[in-house]
DNA sequence: CATATAATTGCATAATGGCACAAATATACA
DNA sequence: TGTATATTTGTGCCATTATGCAATTATATG
């Protein structure tokens, strides 16, 4: 087996690779705020946010929309504060499935040949 | 505690979100091929690998370079051939670890307002 | 209504990154 | 030694993106 022929074998892993989610983790400048916000644990502005970085505030306020559009934050608006959550549980789980399908996929010595494509 | 505040505090978090992990997964050609790596199961070459992909050959040949310096693939040249294998423990493990140490800073009901800073 | 504060958006600029093509390197083989 | 194959490296082009600054919108407050 080829892995151009394992290409066409779809599976859970498919779905879970999602360079969207990867890229919009990939900038320092957002994993700094993001780190920052799932420390604090709680909602917080985003004049709050931007005090985690030197970047200008403009700059925050779109790394929040991203990481938001990516499904790693939520957001809710009240009066002229918005605020920015951590979906710990979203964000988490998708990192946890994507471990499990990829160890799904490593062959193990007693798998040797047994199966292709991830097991099947 | 505002987010600023808890950037103060290190633990296992600050480790385990490292952008350039992130970076490199956060491309779409970069994850094609890698998916292909991990369907396979087995160690590879890059004319093998090349096959899952539309883009020019040497653009694989960067691409697996730099999944490798990420601590995603490992490599072993045997004559004129050069082959790649995912490393499926420590990439697992990586997200594993991310996982658990976001989960550990969700705060719940139980422990509202008792810790701060990832529960510490 | 005027003003202050919070946040977004427009815009220009600089840096980064992915890509194709060509050339170079390395190794196997006749 | 000459040639074929596998891979890397050099180079330029183009698209994307991160950033700062200024202007704008939206809302609260005096």
Known sequence: MTPR????CCGPLDDL????????????TRIRLLGCMIKCGRTCSVS????CCVVD???????????ERA???????SGRNVSYTVKYSHLS??????AGAIEQCRPSEARAGKGDCCGR
């Open 5 to 8: 022929q394992a290409a066409a």
């Open 17 to 28: 690779l999602d360079p969207a989610l990867f890229k919009a983790l990939g900038d320092p």
């Open 48 to 51: 709050e946010i931007a005090e």
């Open 57 to 67: 505030f403009s700059v925050v306020s779109r790394h929040l929309r991203l990481l």
């Open 71 to 77: 499904g790693i934050l939520g957001s809710t608006k």
């Open 93 to 98: 789980m998708a990192l946890r499935s994507l």
